[in-house]
């Protein structure tokens, strides 16, 4: 058997000509045969009661697209070369096409740390802001000597929270009904 499966999509190029060679009952009926023993066309045709010409076509279809292969040549009885065709070692897996979570978290875990990260950067910001009205004596210029001070630009003002909040989540919708509408568009 092959070390690893060939996984197709929908939308792949080989799968069209794929599905075309497969889909025929005739395909089926040589792909059984082809499964018990290797076989030559004229052996393939005889046993399946078939022109040689049918069994010759199908079987270049099955080669073109990597079902079946060559596995060698025999001499006929009457001192023709001829192909002998085997089941080819290959497993394909036709599958919907779907994006794998992995993929989807990291993308949508990285927008979330970019969005935070744009809300911290905000809220330092402001916080430098508030820092730099404080007079170089430690106080406020407006307040009296004995009051208590708070702690300045510590928190991300609710203005700027909101704006910086909103934006990314407008993005984040945005990029939802984009996926949404691309995947709508590739199944149809």
């Known amino acids: 058997m092959a070390d690893e499966p ?7 190029p080989e799968v069209q000509p794929l599905a075309r060679a497969i889909a025929s009952p ?3 009926e040589i792909l059984q045969a082809l499964a018990q023993e290797p076989l030559t066309a004229s052996a393939l045709a005889h046993r399946l009661e078939m022109p040689i010409t049918t069994a010759a076509y199908h079987l270049e279809r ?3 697209v990597g079902v079946i292969e060559v596995s060698g040549t025999r001499w006929s009885s009457k001192g023709r070369e001829q192909k002998v065709y085997r089941l080819a070692d290959r497993v394909v897996i036709v599958t919907p096409a779907r ?5 989807l978290l990291r993308k949508y875990v990285s927008l979330g740390l970019a969005l ?10 402001e ?6 009205e404080i007079s170089p004596a430690g106080r406020d210029s407006g307040a ?9 630009g510590i928190a991300v003002p609710d203005r700027v929270a909101v704006y910086v909040l909103a934006g990314g989540l407008v993005v984040l919708l945005a990029l939802i009904a ?8 590739r199944s149809t």
């Open 6 to 12: 060939t996984v197709l999509h929908p939308g792949d």
């Open 178 to 185: 984009y996926e949404a509408l691309s995947r709508r568009r």
């Open 144 to 152: 009296p000597v004995g009051a208590p001070m708070g702690l300045p």
């Open 62 to 64: 099955l080669v073109d």
């Open 116 to 125: 935070g990260g744009a809300v911290l950067l905000a809220g330092l910001w």
């Open 127 to 132: 916080g430098r802001q508030a820092f730099a």
């Open 99 to 103: 994006d794998d979570l992995r993929s």
């Open 26 to 28: 005739t395909a089926g």
